[in-house]
Every structure is written in C-alpha cells, then in structure tokens.
C-alpha cells in the first residue's frame, strides 16, 4: 500500500521519476554514490542520511535532468524511505516538505545576514575582538600618565589621571596637528575629560574612531551656526532636580558629574561646567515633590551619571525611594561601565541587590559602538545584572559612529552577549547646534532599525525613538493597507506582503463570550 504524503513529497517523488528528454549518460560514479547514499538512509534511524539521498536526488535531477530511477532506485524505495522519514520526526515533517521546503527556505534566508557577517568584525570590531591591540595601548598610556596597576584598575586612579588637556591627548594618541590646535580652542567652552580606560579604546592611527568622535569636542562644536535650544527638560522640571515627562515616571538629575563628557551630550550646557556635589536639601525637595505625587511608581535617577554618586549617597537615595510606598520601580542612568568600568566595586553591587530585593532596579547604560564593550566592561556589566532586574541599553544614532546596519546590528549584538538589552535608539536631537553634525536623517535609522526585524533577535532590537516633548516612536508601519477584514502588511526584512485577517469585530463586540454565556 502507498502510504500517504503530504504535496510536497509528493511533487518532490514525482519531480525525481521524471526525466528530461535530453538526459546526459549517468556515469557509474554518481550510481555508486547514490546506492551508498541509499544504503545509508536504509540502515540507521535517523532523518539526516535519508534528507542528503533526497537532496542530491533533487540536485541531480535538476542539473542533468537524472530520474531516481535511471539512477538505479525504484519509486517503492524512495518512498519506503520518505515513509520512514515522517515516522522519525518528532514533529511529522515530510522529507518533501523538508528538502522541497525548509531547506531552501532557510538558503534563502541565509542570504540576509551574508555581508553582515562578513563585515562585523572588520568594518565593526568589538571591544572584545580588540582586545590585544587595547591591552597595548593600555601599557602605553599607563606609563606616560605614570599610573601603576593598582591606580589603573581603580575608579579614583581613574578619575585622577583623566586626560583633560590637549596636550597630554596628544602624547597618548595619534592626534594630527590641525587637530590638536582646533581642540584647544573648543576645550574652551567645552570640558574634554577622557579616562585613561577610555582613551585605550582609541585606535591609532583611525580617522573618525568611534571612541574619539564620541569624547574629543571638535571645531565644529562652537562653528556650527545656531543657537542652543533649552532642553526639553527645562520646560519639564516641576521641582528641584525632577524632570518630568510623564505622569508615573521622573527622573531626578542627581549629580552634573559624569565620568567623561560626550560630546553629543543633551546636557552639554549643563554637564561638567563645574563638578559639583548636591546638597540634601536638594535632594529632600525633590523626594518631597515624589513622596506627595502619589501617580509617581518609577523613579530615574540620572545625572550626569548616577554611578559618579559615592555609594554612600547612591544607598540612601534607594532606601529613600524604597520606602515610598507608590514608588514601584527604580532606574539607575549610567555610561561607567564603559567609561571606568573599575567604579563598579562589591559595595555598589551590594547597593543595587539590596535595593533590587525591596523593588526591581533596572540600570540604563549608553553604549553606541561595539568597540565600547571589552572584557573589562561586559565583566561589568555581567556583575551588574546578577544584581539587578534588567540592564538596558539606550544608544544614540551618530554619524560615523553606528549610522550603518554592520555597526548597529553588531552593537545590538554584542551589547546582548554582554548581558545588557538593546531598549532605545535616539535619533540625534536638533536642540543643540554643538552636534548637529552628528545627526542622522530619520530614513536611514529607520531603513538601520528595520532591517533587524528578522535577521537579529527580537530582544536584540531596540525602540527607534525621537525626543521631541517625550519619547516619540519613528518605527516604520508595516502595516500598508487593508483589504476588507484583512489587513496588507509587510515583512520588513525582505518586503514580502502578507495578509493578515483580523479579529471579527461582531464576535470581538459579542456579550456572549465564554462564561458569560452560561449566565442568563
Ligand atoms: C526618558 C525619560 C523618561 C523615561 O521614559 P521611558 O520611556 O519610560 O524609558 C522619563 N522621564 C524623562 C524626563 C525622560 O527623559
Ligand atoms: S554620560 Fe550622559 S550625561 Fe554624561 S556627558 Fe555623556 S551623555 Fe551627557
């Protein structure tokens, strides 16, 4: 009796029992190794050796024009074999739907991510991948700046060998002459400090490294034409300390310290004019302002940096969080772990998980290039979120920075593997001429940001947003159209339109639903 087979093994059987008129002669080579191919997929029970005799079956059949049969094998063979192949598999997949199907399906597929992989490692190199050129670029700079391990591997080490002047750039990195004379006269106006870590991340002799755009002010930060535009925050802050957007969350700014200043930063006005620490007081108002605003249930505390905070000061700001009742979730806003990823000591971690257990902690990073995750920060960042309910990360698209899908998808990535999730890409904000030139038209994040859908995995993919009044969604619909009840929509990795039925709106608005429907 012929058992039974789905269309597709059945198309695939029919396919390999015809033949073409002008077939070739069949040398004894491929009949010997058909057969072996065949003796394999008889002997054992396993669907591997019968897929690769239906394959090469497939694949003879299509380049010569060969039947399974002038290949020696008799259609109650085969199909013994595609019989055997269904009762193998767990999930009943046809060797048709297999090879005719699924195999080519994932070829197809397979296509999309090609060049990426090719390139990721070149054109976007991690942290991790540069390890040894990084290590020796450590041993230079520790020596010029006189640091020893010790003063290395600690925060205040850190902090206290930070490179400010131009002039001891020059001396660490390869740093062109013009350069160095324009980065003076910025430095004027704007604060450069880069943490010996940091500066090892630089990769000689690069033009546009990612790690120098995102720390050395250049010329055009006082050239480019315009006049900053208050922050979204200034109109937004209803108490000292306290912005906010949004009725159940609000940030408190609890320092104006951060490790090293970017220069793409938000707050550039506002950052690092002068460190300075924050007074009680300041604080108790703004724990006031949260304590009586009881819609209040998430709480950001960012800066600056929340982690240039003493830890001291970190615990208390918790506790006192913690011990508001409507205050249900804490974030914490901090670069550290990729600026000086030494600050993240015992005591912190301590901090976070204790306050962790009384309600969740998330800590929010910015990571914008791979290169910004070593072994030294995901180390980090892997200790963090042993403490903590999430670690998440917003990026910034920047130009010359992570504006190609290569650089956005390996950063997506990589910051994964270093156990820190994608959450938001900001589009460059136009509120402050300092870096216009950083920014990125809004289609080219968009064609960055959705050509992930399908080729990354979902919770690599973060939120594409803009910042005007508020976080305002910029993803692309792939909902196109709508015929009837069924919606048109489109697959954002390769355009593919699909159609999609929607829920019936008379049983949606249907009062019978359910148990309902055995009351009267
Ligand atoms: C970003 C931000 C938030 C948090 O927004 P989410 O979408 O919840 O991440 C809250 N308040 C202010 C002022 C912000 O800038
Ligand atoms: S860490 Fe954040 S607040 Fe600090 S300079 Fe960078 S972008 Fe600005």
């Known amino acids: 009796m012929t058992p039974l087979f789905d269309t597709y093994t059945t198309e695939l059987l029919d396919f ?60 109650s063979g085969l199909e013994a074999l595609a019989a055997k192949h269904q009762e193998l598999d767990e999930h009943l997949v046809s060797v048709g739907g297999r090879v005719g199907q699924a195999l080519a399906i994932v070829d197809k597929a397979n296509k999309r991510v090609d060049a990426y992989l090719e390139k990721k490692d070149r054109e976007a190199a991690s942290g991790i991948e540069l390890w040894d050129k990084i290590l020796a670029n450590q041993e230079r700079i520790r020596q010029r700046l006189g640091m020893d391990e010790e003063e290395w591997n600690s925060f205040s080490g850190q902090i206290r060998h930070a490179v400010s002047s131009v002039d001891e750039l020059a001396e660490l990195i390869d740093l062109p002459a013009a350069a160095a004379a324009d980065i003076s006269r910025v430095t004027k106006n704007y604060r450069m400090r880069l943490t010996p870590y940091y500066t090892s991340l630089i990769m000689p002799g690069t033009v546009n490294d990612p790690i120098m755009l995102q720390s050395i002010p250049t010329g055009e930060m006082v050239d480019n034409a315009g006049i900053e535009i208050p922050p979204v925050a200034a109109d937004h802050s209803p108490a000292r300390l306290v912005d906010q957007f949004y009725p159940r969350v609000v940030t408190i700014k609890s320092t104006n310290m951060c490790a090293m200043y970017c220069t793409h930063c938000l707050r550039i006005a506002h950052i690092g004019k002068k460190d300075k620490m924050f007074s009680k007081q300041a604080y108790g108002e703004a724990l006031d302002y949260i304590r009586t605003n009881k819609r209040i249930r998430d709480v950001l505390i960012t800066g600056g940096d929340a982690f240039v905070l003493p830890n001291s000061m970190l615990r208390w700001l918790l506790e006192q969080l913690d011990e508001i009742e409507h205050v249900r979730l804490k974030r914490l806003g901090t670069r550290v772990p990729v600026t000086v990823p030494m600050r993240i000591d015992d005591e912190l971690l301590d901090i976070l998980e204790e306050s962790n257990d009384r309600k969740p902690v998330r800590v929010v990073t910015q990571i914008n290039t791979a290169r910004e995750i070593t072994p030294v920060s995901k180390e980090a960042f892997k200790q963090i979120s042993k403490r903590v309910f999430a670690v998440l990360n917003q990026a910034v698209l920047l130009r010359g920075i992570n504006d190609s899908k290569v650089k956005m998808w390996k950063l997506c990535e990589t910051i994964q593997e ?70 048109i929509l489109k697959k954002p990795w390769n355009g593919e339109e699909v159609r999609y039925p929607d829920a019936d709106p008379a049983l949606y608005n249907d009062d019978r639903f359910s148990f309902s429907r055995y009351v009267d």
């Open 418 to 487: 270093a156990y820190v999730r994608p959450y938001y890409i900001f589009n460059c904000s136009y509120r402050n001429p300092q870096f216009v030139h950083f920014r990125v038209p809004v289609e080219k994040g968009r064609d960055i940001v959705e050509s992930m859908y399908g080729n990354i995995v979902g919770d690599a993919i973060p939120r594409y947003i803009a910042t005007a009044g508020g976080k305002i969604p910029m993803h692309r619909s792939n909902v196109i159209g709508h015929e009837g009840s069924e919606l």
């Open 16 to 75: 390999l029992y015809t033949a073409e008129k002008q077939e070739k002669a069949i040398d004894t080579a491929v009949i010997e190794e058909v057969a072996r191919l065949v003796a394999e997929a008889e002997k054992e029970e396993l669907t591997g050796p019968i897929v690769a005799l239906f394959s090469r079956l497939q694949q003879l059949r299509r380049q010569h024009g060969w039947s399974a049969q002038k290949l020696g094998i008799e259609r």
